[in-house]
């Protein structure tokens, strides 16, 4: 376990130690050089002291047991008196019976001292020691700091959060009523476990929440231990994996046992599918300090100790990777999906973030909601933040609804690139590609339709853009949607070459997305008659250096079928292509006089598009 954050408190107190061992080193120190630096001091041997004070050039002696110290006769004046000046010289002391009489005879004066050199010594090392002792307990507390650093390898690195601590609730986190509704009796176990016990029921131990990134799979833990009120242990699985072996199974006995004495409790790991990946899979060895640190979690989680009033939440967006042990009956036995959010979720999610956001009154979150198909909790909040800070950009008080649509496409397609200028011929294509795009996708419709075509610059690579939106939620596709979405993609493309007479760099993306759509239709969906009813998709794959990948896309077929399986991708992205042309074919004027209003005002809305359509067909019929 981790121990607690270091208050400010905590923190001025530990600089005021520093502070005061540094200076008391400073002053040993300085006491030290004083005491023995070599100065204006003459050290004599003994005979030249005897001869000096026969000679009458001595004033004064000390006396101490070891040495003799002098000063010398000077005269002074009334104009510049003689200040009080260190001794003169230093002689080591030797057995002389005669040298109190020969200074008595030449009027010495003299007197006796204790020999205080070592003491001073003693007293400046003690302060030194002192100091180094009080600087070295400072810096060993920093290179450890608050979880143990590196001189504690096997202390767990989990926060925690008491009771008090955290502020989520169930109301803070929206569009996942499902989710909540599950999680539910984790909330009344922790509340009052005898409720339970007495009908003989157990709760689960572990609970995993899947889904994709940006669902709010924290936010629920979180919410969960806000709810129950009881303190909140969160890592991540990576923070258990280190490079000595022993280590990570180390931190999670740890882990556990702290969080034993902190029941009932809740144990958040994040991220579990670094941590709990399937043991034995890996083509080039196994990882030895992994699968222990997994083992010791398979024990504390369902072993011989029973850790009553812990329970552990878990959160990953790739289940299918985790070790199965894992997922038995006794640890991770209930999983709960935190999906994307439908329409209404996405209302809901909108509104929680709306609270701390001033919006203007032209804000429809309805409709927001309705376009922002697909969107996960992590987007929307970007999206409502994206608004507020192009409003505080332009000076406004609040976010209107310009400021979500721009967000919107922020999001979708990055940000605007005004800086890349395009030449004349550039515009053109990108003009053309993307009304390919947008004209067979609005003309073969399906389940979206087109909201915006831009020829500004967005992003890292984008030299133009398309959105399209979907009418509603939609949680499966037909084939005849499929080959439509195709079609759109290859759109682009066929128009440059239509109209401009070849194509050019700019449809690369189109074409790895069309690739990749046409192979998932032959070999996942069984959407080809020649190659018919079948899954060939879900084997393993050859990837890099020649390694078979783990839960790879591609499959184990070969020969004959592999053939025929190329053959029909091939021929499914040649039927796409055939439609896209036909559609295009059939409007090349008004192809060219939309164009023509793109290229002047850079972006056309969906109504917009339409309209020029519908005008330039009707005028065809006319003529």
């Known amino acids: ?38 100065g204006a001091t ?25 040495m003799i110290r002098g000063r010398y006769r000077r005269a002074s004046t009334a104009a510049a008196p003689r200040p009080r000046a260190p001794m003169d010289f230093e002689v080591v002391r030797v057995t002389d019976p005669q040298l109190i009489g020969l200074l008595t005879e030449k009027g010495v004066t003299f007197e006796g001292t204790p020999d205080s050199r070592w003491m001073s010594w003693l007293l400046t090392t003690g302060l030194m020691l002192i100091g180094v002792l009080l600087l070295g307990r400072w810096i060993a507390q920093r290179v450890q700091g608050p979880s143990g650093g590196v001189l504690a390898f096997g202390k767990s690195r989990g926060k925690v959060a008491g009771e008090k601590d955290v502020k989520v609730r169930f109301d803070d986190v929206a569009g996942v009523d499902e989710a909540k509704r599950e999680l539910m009796e984790v909330v009344e176990f922790l509340r009052d476990a005898e409720r339970f016990k007495r009908v003989g029921a157990r709760i689960p131990r572990g609970v995993l929440l899947v889904g994709p990134p940006g669902t709010g799979k924290t936010m ?73 640190t997994l083992n010791q979690l398979l024990v504390e989680m369902d072993g011989f100790e029973t850790n009553n009033g812990v329970i552990v939440l878990a959160a990953t967006n790739r289940p299918e990777i985790l070790d199965v042990a894992l997922l038995r009956p006794g640890r991770f036995d209930r999983q709960v999906l935190v999906d994307r959010p439908d329409r209404g979720g996405r209302l809901a999610i909108l509104k929680v973030h709306a ?77 053309y590609h993307e009304l390919g795009h947008a004209l067979v996708g609005e003309v073969l419709g399906g389940a979206s339709r087109v909201t915006k075509v831009s020829i500004v610059p967005r992003g890292h690579g984008a030299l133009g853009y398309t959105l399209k939106r979907p009418t509603e939620d939609r949680y499966m596709m037909t084939e005849s949607e499929l080959r ?13 070459v239509l109209f401009l007479g070849e194509v050019s760099t700019g449809a690369a993306s189109d074409l790895s997305q069309a690739t990749e759509m046409a192979r ?46 190329d053959a029909e991708i091939r021929q499914t992205v040649a039927a796409a292509e055939g439609v896209a042309r036909k559609v295009l074919e059939d409007r090349g004027a008004a192809v060219h006089a939309i164009a023509a209003t793109l290229l002047e005002r850079e972006h056309l809305d969906g109504a917009e598009l339409r309209a020029l359509l519908e005008d330039a067909m009707r005028g065809d019929a006319d003529r």
């Not at 130690?17 to 300085?30: D, E, F, I």
């Not at 991220?271 to 300090?289: C, H, K, V």
């Not at 890099?544 to 591609?554: A, I, R």
């Open 484 to 496: 439509a979405q195709l079609a759109t993609l290859l759109g682009g493309r066929v128009a440059e």
């Open 1 to 38: 376990m981790s121990e607690r954050e270091p208050r400010p408190d905590d923190r001025r107190d530990r600089r005021a130690r520093a502070w005061l061992a540094a200076l008391t080193v400073l002053l040993g120190a300085v006491a030290l050089l004083a005491e023995f630096a070599p």
């Open 220 to 292: 629920l833990a979180k919410a969960v231990a806000g709810e129950a009120g009881v303190p909140f242990i969160s890592l991540s699985g990576s923070e258990f994996v280190e490079m000595f072996v022993g280590v990570g199974a180390a931190r999670v006995r740890d882990l556990f046992e702290g969080a034993q004495a902190q029941a009932p409790c809740i144990v958040f790991i994040d991220e579990l599918d670094a941590l709990g990946r399937t043991r034995g899979g890996n083509p080039m060895g196994s990882n030895e300090e992994r699968e222990q």
């Open 520 to 565: 998932a239709m032959v070999v996942e969906f069984g959407m080809s008659d020649k190659v018919g009813a079948l899954s060939l998709g879900r084997g393993r794959q050859v990837g890099d250096w020649g390694l078979m990948t783990e839960h790879g896309g591609g499959s184990e077929h070969g020969g004959e079928l592999a053939d025929l399986v």
């Open 42 to 66: 003459a050290v004599l041997p003994y005979s030249e002291f005897r001869t000096r004070v026969q000679s009458g050039r001595v004033a004064s002696v000390l006396i101490s047991e070891r």
């Open 355 to 431: 609270r701390t956001v001033s919006l203007g009154p032209d804000v429809d979150l309805e409709t927001i909601a309705a376009e922002t198909t697909g969107y996960a909790g992590a987007d929307l909040a970007n999206l409502i933040n994206e608004a507020a800070l192009l409003a505080a950009r332009r000076g406004a008080s609040a976010a209107g609804s310009a400021d979500l649509q721009e967000a919107m496409e922020r999001v979708a397609a990055g940000l605007e690139r005004r800086s890349r200028v395009l030449s004349p011929d550039e515009r053109r294509r990108v003009a």
